[in-house]
Structures are given as structure tokens and as C-alpha cells.
């Protein structure tokens, strides 16, 4: 198998399952929002340990360990996709997975607003008006539904947050993912004792299948982290910009043909504006690709002029 297929099948896999999470957490819904995030903290941290014992990238995250500037980075990404986990598994349980996935459709256009914010990246007049549209979308449905879509907001700048603190750290996915569990780790199990201790957890409580369902938390969450390690890898951005829009695209659908979330005038004139925002953004960003790319190409066709001659 071709480097490029292998990572179209790991992206694929990776966001894929990222685009039917809400189908898991609306299994769980009947557990409140802060121990589910508590069982995916601890689950999530002892799969990754494991993981990373199993497959010698021990010497990696020893590495990032002993960065003290990068754990402080990671501490603070650590709070951002808590929020974020927090306010995502609130939603589906309170059936707002379409303003969920408003959220994550407006997230790369956050994403490229807080890098211009902070990192001086200089926007091009493109996605400038991506930015626009995105910002019109939320007027228009705050205007015609009557109030701010709070969670989609919510969480697009806690994810926009946690995508800049992290590309500030520079740290490889797995171990950074598994120093920011081990972090939250004493306080999300210490809350879980006290759960259940006090006799209102719904771990132990709830039936086998419940208690399942919590428990593999862990495996859920790394999964699709690792495959996407994998597909970073071996696929160009570009690639990987256009494949994440499975994600939202996933929660949409879910929403209104699966969980029968109302799918109003609003919304369609809210989604239609940040949509094309989203497909001017992508059009731009491959525009921009190309030029490097062929510019590539030529530094590497002089190169091999000169090894002929």
C-alpha cells in the first residue's frame, strides 16, 4: 500500500469516527456531563500509557516531560479541550448537536482569525471574507432565532484556543495528548472516588452496559487521535483541511436525520453563509498550494539538471 492511499484510509478512519462521536455520547447522556468527561480523562490517560509503553515512545514523552516551557503550554491546552470535552458532551445530551455542529464548522475559520490575532499570520482577502461570512451566519441566526448560538461559539474558540497553544508547543500528538490526561488525571479520578463513594455515580451503578460504554471512553477518545497521527504524516494539509469537514458534516446529519433536531429557515440561512465561507476558505487555501508546490518541483528539476550534468 502507497504511503498517500495508507494516509486517506488512516484520515478517513480518523474523522470518521470523530463525525460519529455524538452517536456514543448520546448513549451515555443519561450520565451527567462531568463524569463522563471525568471516565474520559482517566480511561483516556490509562489507554494511552499503555500505548505508548507498548509501542517504546516512552523515550518521546520523557523528552516532552522534561521541557518545562512545554508543559506549560500543555497546561493550559490541557483547560481548553476540558472545555471543550465539557461543553460537547453537554450538547448531545441536551440535543443540540446542530448548534454542535455549527461550532465545528466555524472552527477553521476561528482557527486562521486567531492566528492573524496573536502568531501576526497575515490573512488574504479571501479569507477575510470567509471570516465575514462566518460572522454573518452567527448574526443572522442570533437575529431570526432570537439568541446567541452560545455553544457553537463556545466551542469553536475553546478548540481554536487549544489548535494555537498547541502549535505554539510544537509537541507530537500521542505524547502531548497523554501528558495533557495525566494532568487532569488526580482530579477527574479523585472526583469519580467521591462519586461513588457518595452513591451517585452511574459507574458501578448503571448495568453492565453502562458501565461499558464508560469504560471504553479511552480507547473512543485515543483512537481516531492515533490514526490521524498516522494520515498527518503521510498527507499533505491541504488534504487533510478538506477531510476534516467529514467531522461537522457527520454531527449535521446526525442531528437532523438521526436525532430529529428542527433544521429551520434560520439555520439554512445561517449554515448557507458559513458554508460559503468555509468553500471560499478551502478554494483559497488550495490556490496558495499551488504556486509552492510547483515551485517545488522546479528547485527539484534544477537540482537533478545539475546531478546529470
Known amino acids: 500500500m502507497s504511503e498517500n492511499r495508507a494516509g486517506v484510509l488512516l484520515g478517513l478512519g480518523a474523522y470518521c469516527m470523530w463525525g460519529t462521536f ?4 448520546k448513549a451515555v447522556a443519561s450520565v451527567r456531563a462531568s463524569e463522563v468527561l471525568a471516565h474520559r480523562i482517566v480511561w483516556s490517560a490509562a489507554f494511552l500509557l499503555i500505548f505508548v509503553a507498548a509501542t ?7 523528552d516532552t516531560i522534561r521541557d518545562r516551557r512545554k508543559v506549560y503550554l500543555l497546561t493550559a491546552t490541557t483547560l481548553f479541550i476540558s472545555v471543550n470535552w465539557f461543553i460537547f458532551i453537554g450538547a448531545v445530551a441536551r440535543g443540540k448537536v446542530l448548534e454542535s455542529s455549527l461550532g465545528y464548522y466555524i472552527n477553521p475559520l476561528v482557527s486562521i482569525f486567531l492566528g492573524s490575532v496573536f502568531l501576526g499570520e497575515v490573512l488574504s482577502r479571501k479569507q477575510k471574507i470567509s471570516i ?3 460572522a454573518a451566519g452567527v448574526l443572522v441566526q442570533t437575529a431570526m432565532v432570537g439568541k446567541v448560538p452560545l455553544v457553537s461559539l463556545a466551542l469553536a474558540f475553546s478548540f481554536g484556543m487549544y489548535g494555537l497553544v498547541r502549535k505554539v508547543a510544537r509537541v507530537e500528538p500521542v505524547p502531548g495528548l497523554t501528558i495533557e490526561m495525566v494532568l487532569t488525571c488526580p482530579l477527574a479520578l479523585a472526583y469519580l472516588v467521591w462519586l461513588v463513594t457518595s452513591g451517585k455515580a452511574s459507574f458501578l451503578a448503571g448495568g453492565v452496559g453502562m458501565d461499558f460504554l464508560l469504560g471504553s471512553a479511552g480507547v473512543i477518545t485515543a483512537t481516531p487521535l492515533i490514526l490521524y497521527g498516522g494520515a498527518i504524516n503521510r498527507l499533505r494539509l491541504s488534504t487533510m483541511g478538506i477531510m476534516q469537514y467529514i467531522v461537522p458534516s ?5 442531528a437532523v436525520f438521526v436525532f430529529g433536531e428542527p433544521f429551520t429557515a434560520a439555520h439554512l440561512v445561517s449554515f448557507g453563509l458559513i458554508w460559503s465561507g468555509l468553500v471560499l476558505y478551502t478554494a483559497d487555501s488550495l490556490g496558495s498550494l499551488r504556486p509552492a508546490t510547483q515551485a517545488a518541483g522546479q528547485v527539484a528539476g534544477e537540482f537533478q539538471e545539475i546531478s546529470d550534468k
Open 22 to 25: 455524538p452517536l456514543y455520547f
Open 132 to 134: 465575514a461570512l462566518a
Open 56 to 62: 517504546g515512545a516512552g523515550g518521546r514523552l520523557l
Open 250 to 254: 457527520g454531527h449535521f446529519c446526525l
